[in-house]
């Protein structure tokens, strides 16, 4: 029999539910070789799904399809939630009411970490710091999903031009949501309050903005599909210059077909709806001048720097020209990178130091059974299919440690590396199995710490609420959540 | 557990059957027909999620044969199938690891396989829903499909599915060169 494995797994997105799920399903409960296994997930938000929940646009509800794997991982008995945790050395600030957890906790309770937290901190440009007039993506995409985190609403009743800076698929996100009708987003998993803003918005144009060229946007034609379809909006013609791609080049398929898609246009011809949009390549924003007035009528000149591409490094670099764009708000959406306070978060890299799953020290070599899975070991790309891919991957690295001569293990499979025990961050061993951190034992006194029968009972209110409204769910904030929880606690 | 259990189902039914029909009535009431037409595809696309898991095979010797191989080309299972039954579904059935992370509504490639090349030609060519998302899959080729999207014919009988190689470094491999 292999000795007891006990994994704490921090954060509770996609990627940790992957690991959990092939983990649990490639050593089977009944199986009399499996080691006891205990995959104990904690997240600092009190619901699970991490950016299924808090941002999959709200437009795209087939993509939160997953969440039904992971309801089938977490009904296996092996499997525990804790919600509303974070794990760290300093209390979150963000969301005050998350219980703080120091990392030693963790330590003194499992014999494996593995680390999926993600990359929580949106990236800002050094020219256009945050202002009244700057915001971050994220703090949109927070405010329409009800993060816990809460950020104010924007002013969308008192703008008229929105810039985007990135081409990514948030951005995309972004100019959808405000370019589509509140009655078409009425019917999906959008807050009713968040609606209530949407409706009054007189947002009329949306600039997209990216330093490079059309082959170089992040965005998918998934995602570009989408706006060019948009039923109320049409998109300003790109110089067709801009889409011929240079002599010598081979294009992927999808630079291809975003090309193809670019040439063809919007649907709705220019000129012809009351909203439009438009992309804007090879420009980098400058400086931000803010208007002189305080009145928020008054539009900010934002500078833009042309740039071409340099041949050589595909980096873009400025001409020396620079034109000027006039606009109400200005939104950065130039991806994110992990919380600089996570234990081995490397400054350089901007996501934590590892090296195939597992987590490394400063000379590189691999800390025994301590992993690192998705954006948090990776840096924030890809979409779900690639968590997905990854988590896998590392989940055969934790299980080549745990059960070497298991027959999910094959042959095939890398010897593991030297590996040394962290000096510090030593693991337990020889854990109790079921012997949770004095901190949680408490939170779960106290109502503090959510657990996924919690999360089952508000989700299926959530969607409840959303029936009686004529939409897909109607969200629960945490004061409403840990009432209601407290509610059908009480329940016989 | 078993309050949990009960939930799970209440809300299943909630999603699946219950949701399209109500967008169905959402979507004769209103008239923006884009995004309209768009959703409402995806959602009866959803509506398969009931038949996975739950394939009926055919009696043996009288089905469409179906092989599956590994992405080296080791056969895993040849299967039998029945007209109309999606590669999708039978691999879920048959305990094939081919992953529908979407189940089934044509918003992820988790699903995607490699044909072979004679079958491949026999298939209506795919949406441009499904080649958005085959733009984003991992180790394409000229004859990769989405699995949901392929349902079975008689004529398909003898095809191959291959599940396409998966590495660790597909975070790198499956992207555009990245900025900075």
Same mark, same amino acid.
């Given at each position: ?200 918005? %007189?947002?009329?144009? &949306?600039?997209?903005? #990216?330093?490079?060229?059309?082959? /170089?946007?992040? $965005?998918?034609?998934?995602? +570009? !599909? ?100 006039? %606009?109400?708000?200005? &939104?950065?959406?130039? #991806?994110?990178?992990?919380?600089? /306070?996570?234990? $081995?978060?490397?400054?350089? +890299? !901007? ?123 109607? !969200? ?17 | ?180």
């Amino acid at each position: 029999m292999p000795p007891p494995v006990k994994l704490a797994i921090i954060g509770g997105g996609p990627s940790a539910f992957y690991v959990a799920s092939r983990l649990l399903s490639l050593l089977p409960l009944k199986d009399p070789m499996s080691p006891p296994l205990r995959v104990h997930m904690y997240d600092r938000l009190w619901a699970p799904h991490g950016l299924v929940r808090y941002g999959v646009a709200p437009d795209h509800p087939e993509v939160k399809n997953c969440t039904n794997k992971f309801d089938t991982t977490a009904t296996d008995p092996r499997f525990r939630f804790f919600g509303n945790v974070n794990v760290g050395s300093t209390p979150l600030h963000s969301i005050p009411h998350a219980l703080h957890l120091p990392l030693t906790s963790i330590l003194n309770n499992y014999s494996h970490l593995l680390f999926a937290t993600g990359c929580t901190m949106p990236t800002l440009h050094p020219a256009i710091p945050p202002s009244v007039y700057c915001i971050p993506a994220l703090s949109l995409v927070h405010w329409y999903t009800q993060h816990p985190s809460q950020p104010p609403p924007p002013a969308l009743d008192k703008i008229s031009h929105l810039t985007l800076i990135g081409q990514g698929n948030v951005s995309l996100d972004i100019a959808r949501i405000l370019l589509t009708s509140s009655s078409v987003l009425r019917q999906y998993d959008v807050p009713e309050h968040v609606l209530e803003v949407l409706s009054r918005s %007189t947002v009329k144009h &949306v600039s997209i903005v #990216g330093r490079r060229g059309p082959l /170089e946007a992040a $965005f998918t034609t998934k995602e +570009l !599909r989408e706006m060019i379809n948009l039923p109320e909006a049409s998109m300003v013609p790109i110089e067709p210059t801009l889409l011929t791609p240079p002599s010598g080049v081979t294009l992927t398929r999808q630079q291809r077909r975003t090309l193809e898609l670019l040439q063809k246009g919007s649907k709705n011809r220019p000129g012809s709806t009351p909203k439009s949009w438009s992309l804007h390549f090879y420009r980098s924003p400058a400086s931000l001048t803010l208007p002189s007035s305080a009145s928020a009528l008054d539009m900010a000149n934002l500078t833009l720097a042309h740039t071409c591409l340099d041949p050589a490094t595909h980096r873009a670099v400025s001409t020396g020209e620079t034109s000027t764009l006039l %606009t109400s708000l200005v &939104v950065t959406s130039l #991806g994110f990178h992990a919380d600089p /306070e996570t234990t $081995f978060f490397d400054p350089a +890299l !901007r996501h934590l130091r590892s090296s195939a799953g597992r987590i490394t020290s400063s000379d590189g070599s691999a800390l025994k059974n301590m992993y690192a899975s998705g954006w948090a070991a990776n840096g924030a790309k890809g979409v779900l299919a690639s968590t997905m891919i990854d988590a896998y991957a590392v989940a055969g690295t934790i299980l080549s440690d745990i059960a070497p001569s298991s027959e999910a293990v094959t042959a095939a499979a890398p010897p593991p590396p030297e590996m040394e025990m962290a000096p510090d961050e030593l693991l337990d061993c020889r854990p109790d199995l079921d012997a949770l951190p004095p901190e949680i034992v408490h939170g779960i006194k106290d109502g503090m710490v959510t657990q996924y029968d919690d999360w089952k009972v508000i989700d299926a209110e959530e969607v409840r609420r959303g029936g009686a409204l004529g939409k897909e769910r109607e !969200r629960m904030g945490w004061d409403e959540a840990l009432s209601f929880i407290a509610l059908s606690r009480a329940r016989p | 557990m078993s309050s949990f259990r009960i939930l799970r189902s209440v809300r299943m039914s909630a999603v699946v059957r219950d949701r399209p029909v109500h967008l169905l009535d959402h979507w004769t009431r209103s008239n923006s027909q884009n995004l309209g037409s768009l959703s409402l595809r995806r959602w009866l696309h959803g509506s398969q999620i009931q038949r996975h898991g739950n394939v009926t095979r055919p009696d043996p010797g009288t089905g469409i044969k179906l092989h599956f191989k590994d992405s080296k080309g080791k056969l895993l299972k040849t299967i039998e199938a029945n007209e109309g039954d999606d590669i999708l579904s039978l691999a879920h059935e048959h305990d094939i690891d081919l992953e529908g992370a979407c189940e089934g509504s044509v918003a992820c490639s988790t699903c995607h396989v490699v044909l072979s090349p004679e079958h491949y030609d026999l298939l209506p060519e795919p949406s441009d829903d499904e080649n958005d998302m085959l733009d984003m899959a991992f180790g394409l080729t000229d004859t990769s499909r989405l699995g949901c999207q392929v349902h079975v014919t008689r004529e398909m009988d003898e095809m191959t599915a291959t599940l396409p190689s998966a590495t660790r470094n597909m975070f790198v491999d499956g992207k555009k060169p990245t900025h900075h």
